[in-house]
C-alpha cells in the first residue's frame, strides 16, 4: 500500500473552480493509475474520473467536459480540476489506487459549493 494524502478542499460559490491534489508517497512507488472518487452525504462513493501514468483519462457522466484529471509523474501527483462546480457536487473526495486489499485511499478533503 502507499500513503495518499488529498489537499485542495473548501468552499467555493457555484460557477467557480477548486484544484484538489493528491500526493502519493512510498519509497520507490510510481503511480500507475490513480482514481478520484467522491461521496456525498447519504449517498454511496462515486467513480469521478481515472487516469493512468500514460495519460488515458476516463469521467463519469455527472462531471465530464467541466473536470480535467492529470499526473505529474514526476512528483508522483494526480489533480482534479474542477470547473463550472453546482451544488450537486459538494462530497467529500478521495483518491485511490489499487484494489481489495492493496487499495490505497487517502484520508478525504471536502469540497463545498454554496452561495
Known amino acids: 500500500q502507499v500513503q495518499l494524502v488529498e489537499s485542495g478542499g473548501g468552499l467555493v460559490q457555484p460557477g467557480g473552480s477548486l484544484r484538489l491534489s493528491c500526493v502519493a508517497s512510498?519509497?520507490?512507488?510510481?503511480?500507475?493509475?490513480m482514481n478520484w472518487y467522491r461521496q456525498a452525504p447519504g449517498k454511496g462513493r462515486e467513480l469521478v474520473a481515472t487516469?493512468?501514468?500514460?495519460?488515458?483519462?476516463n469521467y463519469a457522466d455527472s462531471v465530464k467536459g467541466r473536470f480535467i484529471i492529470s499526473i505529474d509523474n514526476v512528483k508522483n501527483t494526480v489533480y482534479l480540476q474542477m470547473n463550472s462546480l453546482n451544488p450537486e457536487d459538494k462530497a467529500v473526495y478521495y483518491c485511490?489506487?489499487?484494489?481489495?486489499?492493496?487499495?490505497?485511499w487517502g484520508q478525504g478533503t471536502q469540497v463545498t459549493v454554496s452561495s
Open positions: 512510498r519509497r520507490g512507488f510510481s503511480i500507475n493509475y
Open positions: 487516469v493512468a501514468s500514460g495519460g488515458w483519462t
Open positions: 485511490n489506487t489499487g484494489t481489495g486489499r492493496l487499495a490505497s
